[in-house]
């Protein structure tokens, strides 16, 4: 029986990308997005799409999806949180409006889907969730992106709870940690920039001009070969808690492993020392 999955922000980038491969190869797929028919248009006919218009933010709203999808195709096997979007600015910049408005998407939508489809998985005893992190979620020193990577942060906290907590119902968690990928991230429909800049921020501004000028279009990571290592680690009997994409995520996680380390021990003696 062919795997059924539920896919959110599926339009673009990697969740419009892992929706045609996974159709190509026969699985069931619920796309979610907030303008339908942008994706019936960008899909086609398929008797295993099911295209649904949903607001993640609207916890409601993403229970009559999940509830859909059961509907449709009987049962649910991978969960995958790929809908949200980027915000630069230096942490002083952006409001709290803007600053909530991102982790509302990025990390309660998230949440409000896992919610909803645990109960089913827990059921079923089975089940698979992928939550799409970020190498920003890993290391926040990237100038600009000190929200964005907050966001990121907490999806791999909640993650790596999950992962423990759903272990006894047979349910696996990972968290995808890609790094600079060939999509729309940082188009300017997909990357948010503050509704009020301070100009002393002179390193924030040029981050921001190297990120849509000179990153933008060139990055080194391809979508296709990203979202099918998912897929692989989806069809691993032990997949990974944290799943890091591209040859530039993994030079930058063991750099952080390898500062963090020198830092433990530069600073061991104060560490321990607080101790009864």
Known sequence: MNNVWFITGASKGFGLEMTQQLLAKGDKVAATTRNKTE?????????????????????????????????????LD???????????????????EESRK?????????????RQSLPILRKQRSGHIF???SIGGYL???????????????????TEALAVEAK????????????????NFLNSDSLVTPKTEISDYAGARESQRVHQEQISNNQPGDPVKGVAAIIEAAENENPPVHLFLGSDAYGLAVSKADAMKAELEQWKELTVNTDF
């Not at 992106?145 to 909640?158: D, L, M, N, P, R």
């Not at 119902?169 to 990972?174: H, L, M, N, S």
Request: proline fraction near 2%; charged fraction near 20%; include cysteine.
């Open 39 to 75: 994706l019936e248009k960008l899909i086609g006919t398929n008797e295993n799409f099911l295209p649904l218009a949903m607001n993640i933010v609207d916890e409601a709203d993403v229970k009559r999806a999940v509830d859909e999808t059961v509907s449709k195709f009987g049962k």
């Open 78 to 96: 991978f969960v995958v949180n790929n809908a949200g979007y980027g915000l630069f600015g230096s942490v002083e910049e952006l409001s709290d």
């Open 102 to 114: 991102n982790f509302d998407v990025n990390v309660f939508g998230s949440l409000n889907v896992i």
């Open 131 to 133: 939550n799409i992190s």
């Open 140 to 158: 926040g020193d990237f100038s600009g992106f000190g929200i964005y990577c907050a966001t990121k942060f907490a999806v791999i906290g909640f």
């Open 168 to 183: 006894d119902f047979g349910i696996k968690v990972t968290a995808v940690l890609p790094g600079y990928f060939r999509t």
